[in-house]
């Protein structure tokens, strides 16, 4: 069952707090400049209403609120998401420290790639990023299909292959080797938990 969300509209055709998508897209959808975030619960939805639209700008809505969990995740530790416009669409990705969410590296966007695909790059890209700095820290994605395509060392996408999205291939390719010559710990790689913790730290801040 899908968790239920609170969609906080500051600028649109009416504002507020709106219970579906629908609602809020009939609000802000052809709006110039139009301002709204998605939150996991409707006191955070209050919160961020009150607080304003800028205090959220480009940040994850639920950002922090792993530590107050009952679980927390592994500290020191490196998260990573990947953010896609369309199915294909304009592709980007990066990796942030957990606990500061300084940003450590930010690729992208690239022509014609896919979210699962951002997911799986950004995965590696830590991975080797920490091979590098000679560090041995676990790394959190919120993609169940981009850490079990890490695992089997194959990304393994639908996504065709254009001359727009030569580079992603040769970047897929190039983890996909790095994977085959590199021996992954059970731990090397884990999950998000977002129903526990809240957007993950490297989230884009978008809907």
């Keep these: 069952m899908p968790r239920e969300k609170y969609y906080v509209v500051w600028k649109g055709r009416k504002t507020g707090i709106f219970t579906s998508w629908e609602e809020c897209e009939k609000q802000v959808k052809g709006f110039v400049a139009a301002e709204y975030k998605a939150f996991g619960s409707r006191e955070e939805a209050e919160t ?114 254009t001359t727009k999205n030569a580079l992603i291939f040769v970047m897929i390719h190039s983890a996909e080797n790095w994977l085959a010559e590199n021996e992954l710990d059970d731990d090397a790689v884990l999950k998000w938990n977002t129903e526990l913790w809240g957007e993950i730290p490297a989230d884009f801040g978008r809907k």
């Design 48 to 161: 961020a209403l009150r607080s304003g639209y800028d205090a959220y700008k480009g940040k994850p809505s639920s950002l922090g609120k792993w530590k107050h969990a009952s679980v927390q995740p592994i500290i020191p530790s490196v998260c990573v998401d990947a953010a896609c416009s369309g199915s294909p669409g304009k592709l980007e990705y990066r990796g942030v420290d957990t606990d500061t969410g300084r940003e450590i590296f930010h690729f992208g966007p690239f022509p014609d790639g896919t979210n699962n695909v951002g997911e799986f790059l950004a995965i590696v890209h830590a991975l080797t990023w920490m091979s590098k700095q000679k560090k041995q820290l676990p790394v959190y994605s919120d993609s169940e299909n981009a850490i079990a395509w890490v695992f089997t060392g194959k990304c393994n996408t639908q996504l065709k292959h």
